[in-house]
Structures are given as C-alpha cells and as structure tokens.
C-alpha cells in the first residue's frame, strides 16, 4: 500500500459547473485558484465536461482562456483537466484527430496533467487521449469506472486495470465510484487488488448518493 496520501482540488472545475459556474467569471476562479495554490494539492482540476460546457454555453468564454489563467497563479501546483475520451466536453461523439486536437490545445494553455474518462472503461477510446498527453509531456491519469456488476471481487476489473495502465504516458489510475456502488471494506480491497496489479499510484474518486463515500 501507498507510504502517503496526497489528494486532487476539485474545487475548481466544481465552481465551474452549475449552479455556480453560470454566474461566476474567470476573475472569480483565478481568486480561488490563488488561494488553493499553496494549499499542498498534488494538482488542481480546473476544467472537466460539466464547467466547460458552462464556460462556452452559458458564458460564452472560453475555456482555455479560464485555464490560461487559473495556470498563471497555480505557482508550481499542475493544473489539470478532465475529458471524457468519446465527447470531450459535449454530448455527442467525436473523432480521434479531435480528441488529440483538444489535448493539445489544453497543454498549450498550460495544462500539465490530462485525467480521462470512458463509462465503457475501452483501452481503445483512452488511446488518442493517452498519446497526445504523452506527445505534450503531462500527466495522463485514466478512470476506471466502476459499476454495481461485475462484483468487487470479479477479475475483469483486474484486467481492466492493467489495459488502462499500460496505455502511453499513463502516471496514475484513478478508481471511480461516482455511483457509491461499493462498500467501503470492498472498495478498500479492490483498491489493494488494483495497485498490486497495476504497480501505479491509484486516485480514488468519490461521491455520496447513497452515503457510503
């Protein structure tokens, strides 16, 4: 197991996202992003599908200028995003070129750290993600998104760890229970289980709908 735990700030790409994303501006987050900056995060989450699709929908500004500047007062903090590796930031699904074209862009404006997102957790979708992250330098963190089936205790989750884990650049996995499928004793034990097999440092992502996070 892990010697350390160390955490990633949400706060924001949560900020960005409705209710608050629609009235808050970018002088708003670079206020809270100076805050956080020394807050001892391993890195910051600025940009993910619900605050961007904000950004451009609702504000009409544009993400990467949001992240160009969250970037200028990070300090030495990495700022990161999240994609999911089908749609990006909307809702409709996009090529390959684009994909890469998106990662790219991202790191330009400073970007040091790209998580991806599939709910079908397919090696195949990560790929274009995966390579452009690695093209540009940053960090690529693949979810795993776990589900009520298989069980906790199935070996396809094992397996699915390890594809994820061996796509280019990959630093890290993340395990994610957005749905609070998992016990806590079950996740505790696949979370033991998935760094054996993988032999990276594993981000756990968690939400409460059912109030076991």
Request: one cysteine or more; glycine letters at 10%; hydrophobic letters at 50%.
């Amino acid at each position: 197991m892990p010697t350390s735990t160390r955490f990633v700030d949400a706060t924001l790409r949560d900020l960005g996202a409705p209710p608050w994303g629609t009235v808050l501006d970018t002088e708003d987050l670079v206020a809270a992003a100076s805050a956080l900056a020394g807050c001892g995060a391993v890195a910051l989450e600025a940009l993910n599908p619900p605050s961007a699709r904000a950004t451009i929908e609702t504000r009409t500004e544009s993400p990467w200028d949001r992240l160009r500047a969250v970037v200028r007062v990070a300090g030495a903090t990495p700022v990161g995003i999240v994609v999911a590796c089908r749609t990006l930031w909307g809702g409709r699904p996009v090529g390959p070129g684009v994909a890469r074209q998106a990662v790219l862009c991202a790191c330009d404006s400073g970007a040091r750290r790209v998580r991806a997102i599939d709910p079908l957790n397919d090696p195949a979708a990560f790929l274009p993600v995966a390579e452009a992250a690695a093209e540009c330098g940053a960090a690529f963190v693949p979810t795993l998104t776990l589900g009520p089936a298989p069980g906790p205790g199935d070996p396809r989750w094992l397996d699915e760890a390890r594809a994820l884990a061996a796509l280019p650049g990959t630093a890290a996995l993340c395990l994610a229970d957005g749905g609070g499928y998992l016990a806590p004793q079950e996740l505790a034990a696949l979370t033991r289980a998935v760094i054996d097999a993988t032999g990276l440092p594993l981000e756990l992502a968690l939400q409460a709908p059912a109030g076991v996070a």
